[in-house]
């Protein structure tokens, strides 16, 4: 292997040992609403989304659902699936809103975060068949937003940082 694959693959696993972290230790920030997360791990999805490296952020979603999923015990149950619904439709969202060069990461993040509890709850809807399942909703959907701001607001303060750093670096 040639020295740019593996830089590549470092710099790949960095990131993966980032959202795998930052997904682990937002479970510990109390949330008044069972069920919801800052859903800060996204962050770096946007990021790659937003540096035109797709397939990187694809595995690196993929990647970090399923690390998760063995660490909190939840390979293959209702929520693992919760997971991979609402980060695929996020990821599909965000990866069509990002190529809008016009809109912001803090709009694509929004976009995202609302994609993402949908498909959250549209797995659970499939799961259970319960119509209770919808009610929850709309009190989600309006946090989703407002984490999705928080998000959008970090992913742009992380391309600034990186555009300096690499600036410095040539």
């Known amino acids: 292997m040639n020295r740019v694959k593996i830089n590549k693959i470092i710099i790949l696993a960095f990131y993966l040992a980032i959202s795998i972290i930052v997904s682990y230790v937002e479970t510990f920030i109390p949330i008044p609403i069972p069920g919801v997360k800052l859903g800060l791990a996204n962050v770096i ?13 694809l595995l690196i979603l993929i990647g970090r659902i399923l690390i998760v999923s063995f660490i909190r015990g939840t390979f293959l149950n209702v929520t693992f699936f919760m997971s991979l619904g609402g980060g695929v439709a996020s990821y599909l969202a965000m990866l069509i809103f990002s190529k809008f060069k016009i809109l912001a990461a803090v709009t694509v993040s929004v976009i995202g975060s609302i994609f993402h509890v949908s498909g959250q709850i549209l797995v659970a ?32 303060a992380m391309r600034k940082r990186s555009k300096l750093l690499l600036g410095r670096l040539s």
């Open 125 to 156: 809807y499939l799961y259970t068949s319960t119509i209770g399942v919808l009610y929850y909703y709309p009190i989600i959907l309006i946090l989703s937003i407002i984490t999705g701001i928080l998000s959008g607001i970090i992913c742009m």
């Open 45 to 57: 999805i946007l990021f790659l989304l937003y540096e035109d490296n797709f397939y990187d952020a």
